[in-house]
């Protein structure tokens, strides 16, 4: 059964630097999205990319924020200038119709 | 803006006892309604949804009905199992609105089940 797959599962990264976190969607879905997880808090929407550009994205995805789809497969997130408190499991989802599929998650630690 | 609200965590329950963790919604179109659910260390996923109105999902012994008048998608399972230990996300995806796919997620609802 086709899966989302994303890389690294865990990341550790001092405060200040930039951190890429990848994606590998589902291979005939269009819609990908980026959540993430504080811990112990909510899963919070923060991007939604469709044809190659972004076409929704949240109060939390300010500039330190970017996604791309460089090749046609992967789907990348970049934290610019990471913070402390953008420790949390990113999770990479790519949709078919109304149905999100979901990757394992990165869990991004800033210290 | 759309909101999703569950009952707080956890819950605990004995091996077979019967599950509810309730969930209610704010829309202002016409949402899917979906369960979620994460394993210790795993990702999300997806466990059963409803789309419109009175459809009833259903998956792994797990139910859960689309009530529009109380704008509500209650989960219920009738014997819970060690296995079913998780957190359990209810979340709505409103298309009409203008939200895409994008999924509204509520706290979480951890559950424990114990022999």
């Known amino acids: 059964e086709p899966e989302v797959t994303q890389t690294p599962s865990h990341q550790v990264t001092q405060m200040g630097q930039e951190v890429i976190l990848r994606c590998v969607p589902i291979s005939n879905h269009l819609y990908f999205y980026w959540y993430r997880q504080i811990l112990g808090q909510k899963v919070e929407f923060l991007v939604s990319f469709y044809n190659n550009e972004i076409s929704e994205k949240s109060e939390i995805f300010d500039d330190q924020f970017s996604v791309e789809r460089p090749d046609g497969s992967n789907f990348t997130l970049k934290i610019r200038s990471t913070k402390l408190e953008d420790s949390a499991m990113y999770f990479c989802a790519s949709v078919k119709d109304t149905e999100a599929f979901f990757g394992q998650g990165t869990r991004l630690t800033v210290v | 803006g759309d909101s999703v609200t569950q009952m707080e965590g956890p819950v605990t329950l004995s091996e077979e006892a019967f599950l509810t963790i309730n969930c209610t919604y704010t829309?202002?179109?016409?949402?899917?309604l979906f369960w979620y659910v994460q394993y210790p260390g795993e990702g999300l996923q997806l466990l059963l949804k409803?789309?419109?109105?009175?459809d009833k999902g259903s998956n792994k012994g797990f139910e859960a009905t689309y009530r529009k008048e109380t704008t509500s998608f209650h989960l219920e399972k009738g014997s819970v199992q060690v296995s079913d230990s998780a957190v359990y996300f209810c979340a709505l995806s409103d298309l009409l609105t203008g939200g895409g796919n994008k999924l509204t997620f509520g706290t979480g609802t951890q559950l424990k089940v114990e022999l």
């Open positions: 409803a789309t419109k109105a009175d």
């Open positions: 829309a202002t179109g016409y949402p899917s």
